[in-house]
């Protein structure tokens, strides 16, 4: 993706921490020529080689299933929070632009056996569940519920690439202040999240 070299963000720990926490993205590649997209829990991991990977499944029913192939490479794109920003804002006249995180992860697939996906199941359930407040463990499920996923396709994506835009008003330090004092006066989870990025 193209990225102004002021608003690369090239701390390693930080975007993996940024995908982490922004986990649901979206997986592109090519099915039968046209470009494909599906919305989807992609899971930072780490292999038996200490590499980074990224992990999820599909189900057999997407057509996208049917072209994950070992070895072909793929797109992952990751979003944070975004905004448009007024020039109004500015001290000077300017043209107005939008605030935004994105992450871009290249990489090559690996299709997992069914033993491999139903274990990467149990690491999504257990790390979402926390959230809840009588968690489930598919563990204790039945043989039968957990049949279900004979109807998935799960892979991994071994990273060869990471590309962060992270543009936050870096080129208008002047404005700072004002910018982020307007964010917060529009009081949406979205212009207080961008807000509290420029903070940072």
Not at 51 to 78: M, R, T, Y
Not at 104 to 131: F, I, P
Not at 184 to 198: N, Q, R
């Amino acid at each position: 993706m193209y990225i102004p070299h002021y608003y690369q963000n090239e701390n390693i720990e930080e975007v993996k921490a940024f995908i982490q926490a922004n986990s649901f993205g979206i997986l592109i590649d090519q099915v039968e020529g046209k470009p494909w997209g599906t919305h989807i829990p992609l899971e930072l991991e780490t292999d038996k080689d200490g590499e980074a990977i990224l992990v999820s499944h599909l189900a057999k029913a997407n057509p996208q299933a049917k072209a994950l192939v070992d070895g072909k490479e793929v797109l992952c794109i990751f979003n944070g929070p975004h905004h448009y920003i007024s020039s109004s804002w500015y001290k000077e006249e300017e043209v107005p632009t939008w605030n935004y995180i994105a992450v871009h992860v290249y990489g090559n697939l690996k299709v997992l056996s069914e033993e491999e996906t139903m274990a990467s199941m149990h690491r999504l359930v257990a790390k979402y569940e926390q959230m809840a407040k009588n968690p489930i463990d598919l563990s204790k499920f039945s043989s039968k519920t957990l049949r279900q996923v004979k109807g998935t396709v799960g892979f991994e994506v071994k990273i060869t690439d990471i590309q962060a835009a992270y543009k936050m008003s870096q080129t208008r330090s002047e404005d700072h202040a004002t910018i982020m004092s307007e964010l917060k006066e529009l009081d949406t989870a979205a212009s207080k999240a961008v807000a509290d990025k420029m903070k940072k």
